[in-house]
């Protein structure tokens, strides 16, 4: 015998020691009859079968081909196809539900971010536009000559309409800064556009919190605002008071903020000096009788809401002033304070009828006349306006006359003076002044009496 196969025999017997009686009769051959039954305890193992199970186990670990795993279910690994650093049976990587779902296993269709992701198996596919936001610069840039076109239409829907077209989350509180700040600089007409604006935008997109930073902010710039509009902190506490009539924010944020400022320890600095003074008028303006109801007309009658007696009223005024001043540019301020260029017809019926039943001297007919070329030349008063008072106070010069009987001899002086310093009137307007048939005396025999 070689000295490999004594060395193997060895081994054999080595291993053999560590089995059971019951395996070494197996793996000798012999019948499991012919082993001696108290031999199976000689282990002190209680479970013949597991013992048993264990030590065939052992044996062939090596060179197994069934599942290692402890909850394995005793199959080939890979189905038997293959061994080491082969993919095993096709289709053995997938799930029993995606093989009965008939779907694609390959293409994880649940899933966006997976490479292989088909958008073309969504049946109800939505794509969205995302609108990147503003940043506070940008958000002045876009709003200012959407709020300088709003006081020129007053349509509250459009702005709306175009809010909803940028994102400007974060920067809400912007509209009320810009556009407070631009109506400082504008007349009563646009305040009034500017409190509409922020009540009709309250709830969506402002909030209370968004209206109340924006005054925050604006109480904090009365310095730089009043070098601009010197009454800016009064104006800005109408607007206050005007949002909390409004609901827009609560009555307590006026209150509040004046305490504060009031029971400051250290010395008010000029910003809050001012903004307390505009929050002491906010506060007067809501806590007066019917303070509430009086706040609707905070900006006072505008425009053409003011009724027509009313108009006609401040235009004879201005013309007095005017008559006595002979002040043009003051004049031209009133009449633009007034904001109804619409109605300007009235203002050259007014000036013409009071230069005939008011004026004795040519002079003040001249400065009439060169009032309405002034007007006219700076298109204050439009031509179809003044072509439009003219035929008016054409068509009534047969009543005037009754009162004041030099009406048609103090028209014609004035046409005179309108045409010396060439005021512009339409041809249709020249053709259309009145005159009346000059009555002449008969022969001296007749005694003087006039001829009907």
Known sequence: MSGDDSKNMGEQSKVGSKLSPLVRSYVSGARPGSVDIDSFYEDDTNDLMTKFTNDVRRINHKNSSRSRGRFG???????????????????????????????????????????????????????????????????????????????????TGEVKSILQEVNIAGNYHQIPIVLISLALEKKSSHRELASILISDLFGKPLTSEDIERGFDILLSQLDDLELDTPD??????????????????????????????????????????????????????????????????????????????????????????????????????????????????????????????????PDELMAIAKLLKTLSDINLISVDQMKKGFLRLFDAIPDIHIDVPHAYATLEKFMQSCFAIKLFLPRDVINSVPSRGRKRFVSEGDGGRIKE
């Open 232 to 361: 800016a902190s009064i104006v800005l506490g109408n607007f206050i008071a005007r949002a909390i009539a409004d609901d827009c924010i609560p009555p307590k944020y006026a209150t509040n903020a004046k305490q504060v400022l009031e029971t400051k320890e250290t010395e008010l600095n000029p910003a809050e000096t001012r903004a307390l003074k505009a929050l002491t008028n906010a506060n007067s303006l809501i806590h007066a009788k019917r303070g509430l109801i009086r706040l609707d007309t905070v900006w006072g009658m505008t425009g053409g809401a003011r009724p027509v007696k009313y108009l006609i009223k401040q235009m004879r005024l201005l013309l007095k002033e005017y008559l006595s001043s002979l002040d043009i540019v003051e004049a031209e301020r009133c009449l633009r304070e007034l904001e109804v260029p619409h109605f300007l017809h009235e203002f050259v019926y007014e000036a013409i009828l009071m230069g005939i039943e008011d004026t004795k001297k």
């Open 73 to 155: 279910r005793g199959l080939a690994k890979k189905n038997g196809a293959g061994g080491h650093f082969t993919w095993g049976v096709a289709g053995s990587e997938f799930t029993e539900h995606q093989l009965e779902s008939g779907i694609d296993p390959i293409v994880d269709n649940s899933d966006p971010l997976d490479p292989n992701y088909d958008s073309d198996s969504e049946e109800n596919c939505k794509f969205e536009t995302i609108t990147p936001p503003l940043d506070s610069d940008e958000v002045e840039r876009f709003l200012t000559p959407v709020l300088l076109e709003y006081f020129e239409h007053g349509d």
